[in-house]
């Protein structure tokens, strides 16, 4: 029932900017914290971002601080990540993510995942 459907990703050059889009479905989305998380070949799945419910408390990963935005229009049942000053090493596929009332860094406590879109920055 619950759906997360992500924006087309893309190809990058290194310092470039990107803007990533998920849409929920089958949920009540102000009631649900939202985030997304990462996956490199060959690596595991790694937090990237969370957004509270209202969207008071953020969190980001070490290494997407100071470049990384995530925001959420609950109007819209849309969370946002936008990405700026991207590195070859931000090459992954990003996954949208949701759980009730407080999002984990913890990719086995989230239970509902978007497919998964690919961006590639390259150098």
């Known amino acids: 029932q619950v759906q997360l459907v992500e924006s087309e990703g893309g190809l990058v050059q290194a310092g470039g900017s990107l803007r990533l889009s998920c849409v929920a479905s089958?949920?009540?989305?102000?009631?649900?914290?939202m985030g997304w998380f990462r996956q490199a070949l060959g690596k595991e799945r790694e937090f990237v971002a969370a957004?509270?419910?209202?969207?008071?408390?953020?969190d980001y990963a070490d290494s997407v601080k100071g470049r990384f935005t995530i925001s959420r229009d609950n109007a819209k049942n849309t969370v946002y990540l936008q990405m700026n000053s991207l590195k070859p090493e931000d090459t992954a596929v990003y996954v949208c993510?949701?759980?009730?009332?407080?999002?984990?860094?913890?990719?086995?406590?989230?239970?509902?995942w978007g497919q998964g879109t690919q961006v590639t920055v390259s150098s």
């Open positions: 089958g949920l009540s989305f102000s009631n649900y914290a």
């Open positions: 957004i509270s419910r209202n969207g008071a408390y953020i």
């Open positions: 993510a949701a759980r009730t009332l407080v999002m984990s860094r913890d990719k086995n406590n989230v239970p509902y």
